[in-house]
Structures are given as structure tokens and as C-alpha cells.
T-cell receptor
Framework: GENVEQHPSTLSVQEGDSAVIKCTYS??????FPWYKQELGKGPQLIID?????GEKKDQRIAVTLNKTAKHFSLHITETQPEDSAVYFC????????????FGGGTRLMVKP | GAVVSQHPSRVICKSGTSVKIECRSL??????MFWYRQFPKQSLMLMAT?????????EQGVEKDKFLINHASLTLSTLTVTSAHPEDSSFYIC????????????FGPGTRLTVL
């Protein structure tokens, strides 16, 4: 089955700096890679996703890159703000609707004002 | 769009009782819903896959007789924790698949279960 590794487990940055979270996956058939933000006591919120037919996707301060050959993908947050502080999870899936997501272990991001 | 609700958000019960958690997709139909359990400072652990009109598929190690899942309609799935014990205390989260082609999952806000 799929195995997703996520690094780092914790990340502390100064407000305004960039944050990068990296994930690797094992199943070469995976083709859908979402990122979720989870605030304390809440459910995960989809913030961005990427499919295997593209190498990069950007949405304002958030971007995701995918390297299918190396089987890794990364989340980039620029101009970080204190409200970006949360736990971020990457996931991978064979993208047909109804297939399970395999999650990484999570990254606790702390943005210091 | 793509809003998923859960009810209740928090429940405290006595050991031995059963608790039902509802998961609803509010503005879309979901043929597939997933149930996860999350312990403090850990990732989400998939418990089962719920398909409308059919029996749920449980992950290895998850007792199907203890965690009863019903997916009666395209907008509602329920998880019943039967004969709950303190070790069942956890954060239970559901998700619903919105995409028709790709596996876009949207999560509910979670239910905090505490078993005394």
C-alpha cells in the first residue's frame, strides 16, 4: 500500500518568512495530492491540491510542487502570518473518486509575530 | 460549496453506552464517505469507507461490530460507537468525496468523544 512521509514534524518561522513542508510517497500509481490545514479542535480543511498532470500549482501565498519521478511533493507558504499557525497534512491517493487518502504524519507550523 | 457537518461536536458518555455521530454533506451528494479517528498530536487514521447503499469497508484492526456505520442516503452517514469504553475516547472525523473524477475529500469539523 501507499506510504507517505512528511517532514519536518515541527516548523517555526518568523512572520513574513516562507515555510516549506515536504512529503514523499511510495505508490507510483498515486496521482492526486491534497494538502490540509487543521486548526486545534477542528477538522482538516483542504487548502490546495495537485494532480499528476501538472508540476506546480499556486493559489495566492500557497503553492505546491510535484516531482513524480522522485515521488515527492512540497507545500510552500510565502509571507507567513500568525494565522497560518496550524498543523498541515499532506496526503496521496490514486485519484479515482472514492479511493482512500493516505496521510503524512503532519507538520506543526508556528509563525511567530 | 463542499460543506460537511458533523453532529454532535462534543459528547461525553458513560462506559458501556452507545453513541451515534452523524456526518452530512450539506451542498453536494457524496456516494462515498470516510470515517477517521485522530488521537492527540497524531495523524488521521482511517477507520472505514462508507458507500451509500452498501456495507462499509473497515480497515484492518477496526471492529465492525463495535463501530457501526450506516450510509442511508447520499448526504448522510452515521457512525455508532457501541458499548463505548474509555479507550474509545478520541476525535472522530468524517469526510465526503465531492469529486466525480478525482478524490476531492472535504472534512467535517469533527466530534470529540469522551467516555468516562
Amino acid at each position: 500500500g501507499e506510504n507517505v512521509e512528511q517532514h519536518p514534524s515541527t516548523l517555526s518561522v518568523q512572520e513574513g518568512d516562507s515555510a516549506v513542508i515536504k512529503c514523499t510517497y511510495s505508490d507510483s500509481a498515486s496521482n492526486y495530492f491534497p494538502w490540509y490545514k487543521q486548526e486545534l479542535g477542528k477538522g482538516p480543511q483542504l487548502i490546495i491540491d495537485i494532480r499528476s498532470n501538472v508540476g506546480e500549482k499556486k493559489d495566492q501565498r500557497i503553492a505546491v510542487t510535484l516531482n513524480k519521478t522522485a515521488k515527492h511533493f512540497s507545500l510552500h507558504i510565502t509571507e507567513t502570518q500568525p494565522e497560518d499557525s496550524a498543523v498541515y497534512f499532506c496526503a496521496a491517493s490514486r485519484g479515482n473518486a472514492g479511493n482512500m487518502l493516505t496521510f503524512g504524519g503532519g507538520t506543526r507550523l508556528m509563525v511567530k509575530p | 460549496g463542499a460543506v460537511v457537518s458533523q453532529h454532535p461536536s462534543r459528547v461525553i458518555c458513560k462506559s458501556g453506552t452507545s453513541v451515534k455521530i452523524e456526518c452530512r454533506s450539506l451542498d453536494f451528494q457524496a456516494t462515498t464517505m470516510f470515517w477517521y479517528r485522530q488521537f492527540p498530536k497524531q495523524s488521521l487514521m482511517l477507520m472505514a469507507t462508507s458507500n451509500e447503499g452498501s456495507k462499509a469497508t473497515y480497515e484492518q484492526g477496526v471492529e465492525k461490530d463495535k463501530f457501526l456505520i450506516n450510509h442511508a442516503s447520499l448526504t448522510l452517514s452515521t457512525l455508532t460507537v457501541t458499548s463505548a469504553h474509555p479507550e474509545d475516547s478520541s476525535f472522530y472525523i468524517c469526510s465526503a468525496v465531492a469529486g466525480q473524477v478525482y478524490n476531492e475529500q472535504f472534512f467535517g469539523p469533527g466530534t470529540r468523544l469522551t467516555v468516562l
